[in-house]
Protein backbone atom coordinates (compact mmCIF):
# COMPACT_ATOMS: atom_id res chain seq x y z
CA UNK A 1 0.00 0.00 0.00
CA UNK A 2 1.16 3.43 -1.13
CA UNK A 3 1.38 6.00 1.85
CA UNK A 4 2.04 10.08 1.14
CA UNK A 5 4.93 11.87 2.61
CA UNK A 6 2.54 14.39 4.62
CA UNK A 7 0.71 10.91 5.65
CA UNK A 8 3.89 9.52 7.05
CA UNK A 9 5.29 12.84 8.44
CA UNK A 10 1.87 13.31 10.02
CA UNK A 11 1.90 9.79 11.85
CA UNK A 12 5.46 10.55 12.84
CA UNK A 13 4.67 13.63 14.49
CA UNK A 14 1.64 12.42 16.39
CA UNK A 15 3.54 9.24 17.62
CA UNK A 16 6.56 11.65 19.09
CA UNK A 17 3.54 13.98 20.80
CA UNK A 18 2.58 10.93 22.18
CA UNK A 19 5.93 10.83 24.16
CA UNK A 20 6.47 14.12 25.46
CA UNK A 21 4.92 14.28 29.26
CA UNK A 22 3.08 16.76 30.37
CA UNK A 23 3.51 19.40 32.80
CA UNK A 24 2.64 18.38 36.24
CA UNK A 25 -0.53 19.80 37.64
CA UNK A 26 -0.66 22.08 40.38
CA UNK A 27 -2.21 20.43 43.73
CA UNK A 28 -3.50 21.88 47.09
CA UNK A 29 -1.84 20.93 50.23
CA UNK A 30 -2.74 21.95 53.47
CA UNK A 31 -1.18 21.18 56.78
CA UNK A 32 2.12 22.22 58.83
CA UNK A 33 4.24 24.39 57.06
CA UNK A 34 7.59 24.12 59.41
CA UNK A 35 10.55 26.21 59.68
CA UNK A 36 12.96 25.17 62.37
CA UNK A 37 15.89 26.85 61.07
CA UNK A 38 16.90 29.09 58.17
CA UNK A 39 16.36 27.56 54.47
CA UNK A 40 15.03 24.65 56.57
CA UNK A 41 11.28 23.81 55.31
CA UNK A 42 8.85 20.88 55.04
CA UNK A 43 5.11 20.60 54.75
CA UNK A 44 3.60 18.00 57.08
CA UNK A 45 -0.35 16.68 54.97
CA UNK A 46 -2.55 13.65 55.53
CA UNK A 47 0.29 11.96 52.77
CA UNK A 48 3.13 12.40 55.00
CA UNK A 49 6.43 15.20 55.60
CA UNK A 50 7.10 17.06 52.17
CA UNK A 51 10.71 18.78 51.54
CA UNK A 52 10.20 21.98 50.05
CA UNK A 53 13.82 22.99 51.48
CA UNK A 54 17.01 22.12 53.07
CA UNK A 55 19.60 24.43 54.46
CA UNK A 56 22.22 24.51 51.51
CA UNK A 57 20.69 22.14 49.24
CA UNK A 58 17.24 21.97 47.86
CA UNK A 59 14.97 24.54 47.18
CA UNK A 60 11.71 24.37 45.67
CA UNK A 61 11.80 26.77 42.96
CA UNK A 62 9.15 29.28 43.14
CA UNK A 63 8.89 29.41 46.85
CA UNK A 64 10.60 32.82 47.50
CA UNK A 65 8.63 34.55 45.23
CA UNK A 66 5.06 32.74 45.82
CA UNK A 67 2.62 35.15 46.55
CA UNK A 68 1.46 34.83 50.54
CA UNK A 69 -2.18 35.48 51.29
CA UNK A 70 -3.65 35.57 54.70
CA UNK A 71 -2.42 36.69 58.16
CA UNK A 72 0.40 34.00 59.72
CA UNK A 73 -0.08 32.81 63.14
CA UNK A 74 3.22 31.03 63.92
CA UNK A 75 4.22 29.02 66.73
CA UNK A 76 7.98 29.63 67.51
CA UNK A 77 10.07 26.80 68.27
CA UNK A 78 13.48 28.19 68.12
CA UNK A 79 13.74 32.17 67.96
CA UNK A 80 11.81 33.04 64.98
CA UNK A 81 11.47 29.90 63.72
CA UNK A 82 8.56 27.19 64.25
CA UNK A 83 5.60 26.37 62.38
CA UNK A 84 1.93 27.08 61.17
CA UNK A 85 -1.20 26.36 59.43
CA UNK A 86 -1.32 26.56 55.87
CA UNK A 87 -2.48 25.68 52.18
CA UNK A 88 0.21 25.20 49.72
CA UNK A 89 -0.48 25.39 45.48
CA UNK A 90 2.40 23.27 44.46
CA UNK A 91 3.55 20.41 42.27
CA UNK A 92 4.69 17.69 43.56
CA UNK A 93 7.24 14.04 43.12
CA UNK A 94 5.10 12.11 45.08
CA UNK A 95 8.15 8.97 44.60
CA UNK A 96 10.39 11.79 46.86
CA UNK A 97 8.03 13.47 48.52
CA UNK A 98 9.38 16.56 47.24
CA UNK A 99 7.92 20.03 46.66
CA UNK A 100 8.98 20.61 43.27
CA UNK A 101 7.34 24.08 42.49
CA UNK A 102 5.37 26.45 44.85
CA UNK A 103 2.67 28.26 43.20
CA UNK A 104 1.06 30.29 46.24
CA UNK A 105 0.88 29.23 49.90
CA UNK A 106 -2.23 30.47 51.76
CA UNK A 107 -2.02 31.12 55.89
CA UNK A 108 -4.46 29.18 57.75
CA UNK A 109 -5.50 30.14 61.58
CA UNK A 110 -3.41 27.44 63.84
CA UNK A 111 -7.15 25.78 64.55
CA UNK A 112 -7.80 24.61 61.36
CA UNK A 113 -4.63 22.47 61.70
CA UNK A 114 -4.99 21.31 65.29
CA UNK A 115 -8.91 19.96 64.37
CA UNK A 116 -7.71 18.02 61.26
CA UNK A 117 -7.38 14.19 62.69
CA UNK A 118 -5.45 13.41 59.73
CA UNK A 119 -2.57 15.64 60.65
CA UNK A 120 -0.24 14.72 63.16
CA UNK A 121 0.01 17.04 66.79
CA UNK A 122 2.56 19.58 66.66
CA UNK A 123 2.41 20.07 70.69
CA UNK A 124 5.34 18.70 72.38
Given at each position: ??T????????????AAS????P???E???????N?T?A??????A???W??GE?????A?????A???G?????????NY?????????????D??T???????????L????A???LP?M?A
Amino acid sequence: MWTSRPALLMAALLGAASCVTSPALAETRCGWLVNPTPANWWLIDAQGEWTIGEQGGYQAPGFDEAPWEGTREQVPVNGNYGYECACMAVTSDPDTKTITRVISVRSRPLKACRADPKLPSMEA
